[in-house]
């Protein structure tokens, strides 16, 4: 009984990890294979991922689906066992469908699954740059940062929230599923990244209550505060500080709502390179201003985060606090 139930766990992690599109090689298909002998559970497994309805309505890219297949039925084969026609008939018609015409502007979909309730789905771009921004993508911090705030969901409820450079808007569409804002008010100063937006609220919109989110176009190098909705008790970033030359225009806006409108911020960085962070944080002692603390990734297994992200090269991520000093 013990043993069914671990499988049963084991089955719907790999169901999980499957939606939100983590690599293959970190899909822990072993730990599967022993349960997939059953035929009635290759089908089980089949009717929660690439048969199900969410993978019909929002299918990934299809080399992905080819990739996870075959490493399924290889791994059957290499024990012996006979794979039902579902699968099989999955893998031949994955091997002869082709992603050849995507581009990069064609849209995948990242699915985060909760128990009995609608998936949270975030489409993005294929390509992490494109048309001339890298706010069509979702970033590694976006999903620590969403990850923090389910964990830290107290700390959001009853509050105004806003973000500053949302992008796709992983992180506020975690923060409006789990920690219950008062608001939330998405700000990018991109365009076409406020359209992408724009879809993926509507494709969560069952979730959420009107009047609570608001989406406004906020660049930093033109800021005007008085076209906010609300005033926000937090500010959010998440992968912000990437390019040297827009940090005075960020760290000026963030001044402004820390000193000005007593708001806590926090920002999520990946750390892809240490000058890039100390020409930050000189640009916050330009204006008076701090990481006050630091919380690095917890080490948690990837079947245990709601959010699971691998990212193709591997950074640490922090979420700072920023205060005046
Ligand atoms: C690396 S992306 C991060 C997107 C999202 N926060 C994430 O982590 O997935 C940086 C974001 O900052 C936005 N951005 C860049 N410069 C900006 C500016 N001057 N004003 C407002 N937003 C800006 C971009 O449009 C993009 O959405």
């Given at each position: 009984?013990?043993?069914?139930?671990?499988?049963?766990?084991?089955?719907?992690?790999?169901?999980?990890?499957?939606?939100?599109?983590?690599?293959?090689?970190?899909?822990?298909?072993?730990?599967?294979?022993?349960?997939?002998?059953?035929?009635?559970?290759?089908?089980?497994?089949?009717?929660?991922?690439?048969?199900?309805?969410?993978?019909?309505?929002?299918?990934?890219?299809?080399?992905?689906?080819?990739?996870?297949?075959?490493?399924?039925?290889?791994?059957?084969?290499?024990?012996?066992?006979?794979?039902?026609?579902?699968?099989?008939?999955?893998?031949?018609?994955?091997?002869?469908?082709t992603?050849?015409?995507?581009?990069?502007?064609?849209?995948?979909?990242?699915?985060f699954?909760?128990?009995?309730?609608?998936?949270?789905?975030?489409?993005?771009?294929?390509?992490?740059?494109?048309?001339?921004?890298?706010?069509?993508?979702?970033?590694q911090?976006?999903?620590?940062?969403?990850?923090?705030?389910?964990?830290?969901?107290?700390?959001?409820a009853?509050?105004?929230?806003?973000?500053l450079?949302?992008?796709?808007?992983?992180?506020?569409?975690?923060?409006?599923?789990?920690?219950?804002?008062?608001?939330?008010?998405?700000?990018?100063?991109?365009?076409k990244?406020?359209?992408?937006?724009?879809?993926?609220?509507?494709?969560?919109?069952?979730?959420?209550?009107?009047?609570?989110?608001?989406?406004?176009?906020?660049?930093?190098?033109?800021?005007?505060?008085?076209?906010?909705?609300?005033?926000?008790?937090?500010?959010?970033?998440?992968?912000?500080?990437?390019?040297?030359?827009?940090?005075?225009?960020?760290?000026?806006?963030?001044?402004?709502?820390?000193?000005?409108?007593?708001?806590?911020?926090?920002?999520?960085?990946?750390?892809?390179?240490?000058?890039?962070?100390?020409?930050?944080?000189?640009?916050?002692?330009?204006?008076?201003?701090?990481?006050?603390?630091?919380?690095?990734?917890?080490?948690?297994?990837?079947?245990?985060?709601?959010?699971?992200?691998?990212?193709?090269?591997?950074?640490?991520?922090?979420?700072?606090?920023?205060?005046?000093?």
């Open positions: 009984m013990e043993n069914a139930l671990f499988d049963l766990i084991n089955l719907h992690n790999f169901s999980r990890l499957y939606h939100a599109r983590v690599p293959v090689n970190c899909l822990e298909i072993d730990s599967i294979i022993s349960e997939l002998k059953d035929p009635n559970t290759q089908i089980a497994l089949c009717n929660s991922t690439i048969s199900s309805s969410a993978d019909v309505k929002y299918p990934p890219r299809n080399d992905y689906r080819k990739r996870v297949l075959k490493a399924i039925t290889e791994k059957l084969e290499a024990t012996q066992t006979e794979i039902c026609t579902e699968l099989y008939e999955a893998v031949c018609a994955s091997m002869a469908a992603d050849e015409n995507a581009n990069p502007t064609d849209i995948s979909h990242r699915l699954l909760f128990d009995g309730a609608n998936p949270l789905v975030i489409g993005e771009n294929v390509h992490q740059l494109s048309e001339g921004t890298t706010g069509l993508s979702a970033w911090a976006a999903f620590t940062m969403a990850e923090w705030a389910a964990q830290n969901a107290k700390m959001f009853g509050k105004n929230v806003l973000e450079g949302c992008g796709v808007g992983v992180t506020g569409l975690a923060v409006l599923r789990c920690c219950r804002p008062m608001s939330y008010t998405f700000t990018d100063g991109n365009d990244v406020l359209d992408r937006l724009r879809a993926n609220v509507s494709l969560n919109s069952a979730d959420f209550e009107p009047g609570r989110l608001f989406i406004e176009k906020l660049d930093w190098s033109d800021f005007d505060p008085y076209r906010l909705p609300t005033k926000p008790d937090i500010v959010l970033g998440s992968d912000l500080c990437f390019e040297p030359s827009l940090f005075p225009a960020l760290v000026s806006v963030l001044n402004y709502f820390i000193r000005r409108k007593k708001a806590e911020c926090f920002i999520a960085t990946t750390i892809r390179n240490e000058d890039t962070q100390g020409q930050f944080l000189h640009e916050l002692g330009q204006l008076g201003l701090t990481i006050s603390e630091e919380w690095k990734e917890e080490s948690t297994s990837l079947g245990e985060r709601m959010f699971p992200f691998i990212p193709s090269v591997q950074c640490e991520c922090v979420i700072q606090q920023i205060r005046a000093v």
